[in-house]
């Protein structure tokens, strides 16, 4: 894996994070991202999340699929690559 890689990983991890706590409300659940995987030809962004109590894992998962293309769209206009992978959650 090269350095580049890892280190669009790590943004895409923080910043997501950080805009999921920001703007994202599901009650009494806790969202944690795990692992980010971007494959090599940037087409999509595997993000792996664990959510506390795991009776609100597929609600969150839902609400997550549901809000993608903004996610997609914050992430772009702070990340500055030429196209940006699709956001898979996991």
Excluded: C, W
Aim: charged fraction near 35%; hydrophobic fraction near 45%.
């Amino acid at each position: 894996m090269n350095f580049r890689k890892e280190r669009l990983q790590g943004l895409v991890a923080k910043l997501l994070s950080e805009e999921i706590i920001r703007n994202i409300e599901i009650s009494d659940a806790l969202i944690t991202i795990i692992n980010v995987d971007i494959d090599s030809e940037l087409d999509a962004a595997r993000i792996y999340v664990e959510v506390f109590p795991d009776s609100k894992h597929k609600e969150a998962i839902e609400i997550l699929k549901k809000k993608a293309p903004s996610l997609r769209s914050f992430l772009s206009k702070k990340i500055n690559i030429r196209k940006f992978p699709m956001l898979v959650f996991k």
